[in-house]
């Protein structure tokens, strides 16, 4: 009889030779790549554009740049606040520091204003009304990195650490206060969120799988083991993708990297779980560690490739965003599941029969024969195996005995849940992400607080006028979210473009100044047309920050139009293949979808109700969705495979019984384990993290206890025969 694949893939990396070479041979590669190519996170991290040049403000900013050219540099804004009121020393202190910059200037500084020659009135009328605040602003060159921005900063906090507080609350106090903010101070702000989260996250990731592993096999080698594998996967992963960056194949994200390590031991535990639960089950009746083994990989290799190439495939239709931070995910998240998929068959069944049945000590799986030989040989009485999967196998017996009671609680609470979807407000300003307690923050809401919040991030109105001689900025000031608006500045080459700087009343990256883009939009167009301007939707373009995230806002809205139809059509072609069942696919998708909306309902209740979070970040959907829809069909994928090899032998009803019972408390396990590592992300300082991490953990736990346990058997033994249509079962009868 003709092996199965996987039963002589099994047979190979089991046989005596065979397991060590598979081990030898994995660790000379990560050794041989580790020495070869850098690591991942020696990369600088690239601060690559988020939008195409086709977008709308990048089109406005090419143009500002070419006809308003500014070689000022980028921007560092310092903000000075004294809550009593700034005094004159406070002023001259100011002054100081700027004459100070003038002679000496600090690391990749372009310009500083001659703050030190202005007149103290002068200087005064730049301070807030109510007298507390004052901002002023340091230039840095243009294209500088992150790292030169954060070297000057540093040169700046040395002139000043002795005359001004720079940290703790400036509520209350009496001293002089002074926070930086800015594209300068975001930026070193943001990598050094990320720069000291990576440590943090491994090893906090590393710990709960750890103690999970312990708490559920309570034995301190097997929890060990799963790890080594993810450690061999991760040696070969981060070089690897070192190597891709370095040469220029994929942009270094810190953000994509520090969810890369979660995901890695989080999907990386569940298959080595997986097989090690299989391997267990196996050892209980054969004796030879590496048949057991063999027989292992052939019965459970099929469902943690599956499981393995549905996630790549989900994860690798990031590539087909347009939005810069999705692209560049895709490579990182899908190399990564596809590296640590091909660990699982090859070095853990090594490691495994290698260290042999010692690896579950003290709770050792013995067959029958050598739980006598080895009473007879202790000169005690023998025991029988206990009965495995007790309360699995209630459930079982409960979703085979009643599933339309099942399916209709079930759905009313998932969709109860889901309700809540709808509700979610959505923000795409990159500060809100930030701590409360961080200066580029705390900058900026000093500045809200005391100016008009607008003026930190003005609106740009560039038009075309034909050459008409026109004057838009008395009609744009009658716009009725509009502070002011400057007079018309005329391009430096081609005098019939303009510019209108206007600044919002209220928050300029508020979800409402969004909204406002296409408004503005609107209405230069509509004064163009009544100056008789021809073809005026042509001939406006909208930029700055606000105008920015607008073009963030939708082109994500149309990644997710394109990207999420692509990844359940991906997936449920991956499941047509594997369980040849076109019923099957559509209500295991049908399930995976209405868990992700109830994720994203109780994720809201959460952050929301439950932690007072007003908006979550615009990016966080689309991330959940692959996400959900990838790791949720990953374990229907492992149980529905279980009933299907069952319904080979058995009739449906107990198929579907056992599949739920030997597979309960492995599922429930892994959806433990890649919930907590997913949760692990809340713990970080960085809002998005945050609201990604508990979002996924929630479809995880649901998946987990209600969606595969529950809701996917219970419609399995409804459908019936139909369940397997149009496959080989389908022609078997239900009670055969």
Not at 302 to 325: D, E, R
Not at 383 to 411: A, D, E, W, Y
Request: aromatic share 8%; charged share 20%.
């Amino acid at each position: 009889m003709k092996k199965h694949p996987l039963e002589l893939w099994g047979n190979l990396v089991a046989s005596k030779k065979g397991r060590w070479l598979s081990l030898l041979f994995w660790i000379l590669l990560v050794a041989v790549v580790s020495f070869s190519w850098p690591q991942i996170n020696s990369i600088d991290n690239v601060s690559s554009e988020n939008l195409k040049d086709t977008e709308m403000s990048k089109q406005a900013a090419k143009i500002v740049e070419e006809q308003f050219p500014d070689d000022s540099g980028t921007p560092l804004l310092l903000v000075w606040h004294r809550e009593e009121g700034l005094t004159q020393k406070d002023l001259e202190k100011v002054q100081a520091l700027y004459k100070e910059l003038d002679e000496n200037p600090v690391n990749a500084q372009s310009l500083v204003p001659p703050l030190h020659k202005t007149p103290p009135q002068a200087l005064l009328e730049s301070v807030s009304e109510n007298g507390s605040t004052l901002v002023t602003p340091v230039f840095f060159e243009k294209g500088a990195n992150t790292e030169a921005f954060e070297k000057g900063l540093d040169d700046i906090t040395k002139l000043v650490k002795d005359d001004v507080s720079l940290e703790g609350k400036y509520e209350g106090n009496d001293e002089l206060n002074l926070r930086y903010t800015g594209p300068v101070a975001i930026s070193v702000d943001a990598t050094g969120l990320f720069a000291s989260a990576d440590v943090k996250l491994m090893i906090a990731t590393v710990l709960l799988v750890l103690v999970l592993l312990i708490l559920i096999y309570r034995s301190p080698l097997l929890a060990i083991i799963p790890i080594i594998a993810v450690g061999l996967a991760y040696g070969v992963i981060s070089p690897a993708l070192g190597f891709m960056a370095d040469h220029g194949w994929i942009d270094k994200d810190a953000q994509a990297v520090s969810i890369m390590t979660v995901l890695l031991f989080g999907a990386g535990t569940d298959y080595c779980l997986f097989l090690i639960s299989k391997y267990r089950e196996i050892l209980l009746e054969v004796e030879d560690k590496g048949k057991a083994m063999a027989q292992a990989v052939k019965e459970s290799g099929g469902a943690i490739l599956m499981s393995a190439l549905t996630v790549v495939a989900g994860l690798a239709t990031l590539a087909l965003a347009n939005y810069g931070t999705f692209e560049r995910f895709a490579v990182p998240f899908s190399f990564g599941v596809l590296i640590m998929g091909l660990t699982a068959l090859l070095v853990l069944p090594a490691l495994l029969v290698i260290i042999g049945r010692a690896a579950f000590w003290p709770f050792v799986p013995r067959t029958v024969e050598m739980e006598e030989a080895r009473a007879k040989k202790r000169n005690k009485p023998f025991k029988q195996h206990r009965p495995q999967h007790k309360f699995s196998q209630k459930i079982g017996n409960l979703v085979t005995s009643k599933p339309m009671t099942i399916i209709i609680v079930t759905v009313i609470l998932l969709g109860a849940l889901a309700a809540f979807a709808p509700k979610i407000k959505f923000t795409f300003d990159i500060l809100s992400s930030f701590p409360e307690d961080m200066t580029s923050r705390e900058g900026y809401a000093l500045v809200e607080k005391n100016f008009s919040p607008g003026e930190l991030a003005p609106v740009q109105i560039i038009v075309d006028t034909d050459g008409k001689d026109i004057d838009l900025q008395k009609d744009l000031e009658k716009l009725n979210f509009a502070a002011s608006v400057d007079e018309k500045r005329v391009g430096e080459k081609d005098e019939a473009i303009q510019l209108y700087q206007l600044d919002f009343k209220d928050n300029p990256y508020a979800a409402e100044s969004l909204d406002n883009i296409p408004k503005i939009k609107d209405k230069a167009i509509a004064l163009l047309e009544d100056a008789g301007v021809s073809d005026a939707k042509d001939r406006v373009w909208i930029g700055g920050e606000t105008a920015s995230q607008y073009d963030e806002m939708k082109v994500i809205e149309d990644d997710e139009k394109i990207i999420m139809p692509v990844i359940i059509a991906l997936i449920a072609l991956l499941l047509l293949v594997y369980l040849h069942s076109i019923t099957a696919t559509l209500y295991l998708i049908a399930t995976v979808i209405l868990s992700y909306f109830s994720a994203l309902g109780l994720g809201w209740i959460v952050l929301h109700y439950g932690m007072g979070i007003d908006a979550i970040q615009g990016s966080i959907p689309l991330y959940t969705f692959v996400f959900s829809v990838a790791l949720g069909v990953d374990y229907n994928i492992f149980m529905v495979s279980e009933v299907w090899q069952r319904r080979k032998h058995k009739n449906l009803k107990t198929a579907v019984s056992e599949g739920v019972k030997y597979t309960g408390s492995v599922i429930t396990s892994a959806g433990l384990i890649l919930a907590g590592t997913f949760a692990v992300l809340a713990t970080l300082p960085i809002q998005v993290l945050v609201q990604f991490g508990i979002i996924t953990a929630i479809g995880v736990l649901l998946d987990t206890f209600i969606v595969r346990p529950l809701l996917v058997p219970a419609l399995t033994m409804k459908f019936g025969r139909a369940a397997f249509w149009p496959g080989k079962l389908w022609k078997k009868k239900v009670d055969e």
